[in-house]
């Protein structure tokens, strides 16, 4: 059996796939370049950079596909079902991660951190200019209470922060130990001072917030998307960020990756990291793991673990 891995992943993963399999490690291949080669291949384990598409699988002899990660958006899931491969993810190991960046990302934007830097960096001692608002008695709106909207949650409650929560479908007893209420996705768009996105990208979040939900918020609103590209429909938000509809936000992550073109990048109310959300030496370690043991269970036949 061999293993293709066409992305960074943690040296950890691939001593893991190396002690029962051959893997070859060939990242930043074109759907072309993978096409050509996929063939000799019985899985292939990617992060989110390669783009899994029908046509590379068409030709291959896949048995699965392992994705180092939580997101699934960046693997043609049809294809692969109608292909008959398997693919696992690694759900569980960048939860604390994703939401500590997510965190981080709500005080920058409270306390407008990253233009405070760069202006003293540039020479410029301004007290004034970057006034904050405080998150204590605030209200968090968590659109998406999986495992990373939950631990937003809870860190944000530690925090002194209201949450108010949309996701049509969590089972109560998932949350019924965390001071949240949970109601409809309008009323946490009307009533939230702060609102972070941890929802998949699927055809029901695609562009789930635009002109129509920056409408209904609150004028000076602060939105956070840790999640993915797509969510927020970014040429709305580009006008409700230059209008002041909303005051700021913090996105991880973008429709195009890397977003250079995007006019996003000039505004100075719009802070952006480069899909570093799950990047923690821990995280990283943990999804590759996980995501090896789960190709190799595949291979071997056994019940896997995340499906
Ligand atoms: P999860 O599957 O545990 O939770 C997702 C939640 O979204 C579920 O509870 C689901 O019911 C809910 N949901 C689905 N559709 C919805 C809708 N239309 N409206 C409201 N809620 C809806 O996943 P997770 O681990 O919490 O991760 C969430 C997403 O975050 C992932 O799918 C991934 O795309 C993204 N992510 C990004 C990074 C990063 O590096 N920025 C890291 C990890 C995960
Ligand atoms: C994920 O879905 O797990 C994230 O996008 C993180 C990543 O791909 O590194």
Same mark, same amino acid.
């Given at each position: 059996?061999?293993?293709?891995?066409?992305?960074?992943?943690?040296?950890?993963?691939?001593?893991?796939? *190396?002690?029962?399999?051959?893997?070859?490690?060939?990242?930043?291949?074109?759907?072309?370049?993978?096409?050509?080669?996929?063939?000799?291949?019985?899985?292939?384990?990617?992060?989110?950079?390669?783009?899994?598409?029908?046509?590379?699988?068409?030709?291959?002899?896949?048995?699965?596909?392992?994705?180092?990660?939580?997101?699934?958006?960046?693997?043609?899931?049809?294809?692969?079902?109608?292909?008959?491969?398997?693919?696992?993810?690694?759900?569980?190991?960048?939860?604390?991660?994703?939401?500590?960046?997510?965190?981080?990302?709500?005080?920058?934007?409270?306390? *407008?951190?990253?233009?405070?830097? %760069?202006?003293?960096?540039? +020479?410029?001692?301004? %007290?004034? %200019?970057?006034?904050?608002?405080?998150?204590?008695? =605030?209200?968090?709106?968590?659109?998406?209470?999986?495992?990373?909207?939950?631990?937003?949650? +809870?860190?944000?409650?530690?925090?002194?922060? *209201? &949450?108010?929560?949309?996701?049509?479908?969590?089972?109560?007893?998932?949350?019924?130990? &965390?001071? &949240?209420?949970?109601?409809?996705?309008?009323?946490?768009? +009307?009533?939230?001072?702060?609102?972070?996105?941890?929802?998949?990208?699927? =055809?029901?979040?695609?562009?789930?917030?635009?002109? +129509?939900?920056?409408?209904?918020?609150?004028?000076?609103?602060?939105?956070?998307? @840790?999640?993915?590209?797509?969510?927020?429909?970014?040429?709305?938000?580009?006008?409700?960020?230059?209008?002041?509809?909303?005051?700021? @936000?913090?996105?991880?992550?973008?429709?195009?990756?890397?977003?250079?073109?995007?006019?996003?990048?000039?505004?100075? *109310?719009?802070?952006?990291?480069?899909?570093?959300?799950?990047?923690?030496?821990?995280?990283?370690?943990?999804?590759?793991?996980?995501?090896?043991?789960?190709?190799? %269970?595949?291979?071997?036949?056994?019940?896997?673990?995340?499906?």
């Amino acid at each position: 059996m061999k293993i293709l891995v066409s992305d960074d992943i943690a040296q950890e993963g691939i001593d893991i796939l *190396n002690q029962e399999y051959q893997v070859d490690v060939k990242t930043k291949l074109s759907e072309d370049e993978l096409v050509e080669i996929i063939g000799s291949y019985d899985a292939l384990v990617v992060r989110s950079a390669t783009k899994v598409t029908a046509k590379i699988m068409e030709n291959s002899n896949l048995k699965v596909i392992g994705r180092a990660g939580v997101g699934v958006d960046n693997i043609d899931l049809e294809a692969a079902t109608k292909k008959g491969i398997l693919v696992v993810n690694a759900p569980e190991g960048n939860t604390t991660a994703a939401s500590e960046h997510t965190i981080a990302l709500l005080m920058a934007l409270a306390r *407008n951190i990253p233009e405070a830097v %760069r202006s003293l960096k540039n +020479k410029v001692w301004d %007290r004034k %200019r970057f006034m904050g608002i405080e998150l204590n008695g =605030k209200t968090l709106g968590v659109v998406g209470l999986g495992r990373i909207g939950r631990e937003v949650a +809870k860190k944000a409650i530690g925090l002194g922060m *209201n &949450i108010l929560a949309y996701d049509p479908y969590i089972i109560k007893q998932q949350v019924e130990n &965390i001071d &949240i209420k949970v109601v409809d996705l309008d009323s946490v768009l +009307k009533e939230a001072d702060f609102i972070t996105f941890h929802v998949p990208l699927t =055809k029901s979040t695609y562009h789930m917030v635009g002109e +129509k939900e920056f409408s209904m918020m609150k004028d000076g609103v602060m939105l956070i998307n @840790c999640a993915r590209g797509g969510i927020i429909d970014e040429e709305a938000l580009y006008e409700a960020l230059k209008s002041g509809k909303v005051a700021g @936000c913090a996105l991880d992550v973008f429709e195009k990756e890397p977003p250079l073109e995007s006019p996003l990048l000039d505004l100075p *109310n719009l802070i952006a990291t480069p899909h570093l959300g799950a990047s923690t030496q821990e995280a990283q370690v943990s999804v590759a793991v996980d995501v090896a043991k789960d190709v190799i %269970r595949a291979l071997k036949g056994e019940m896997v673990k995340n499906p």
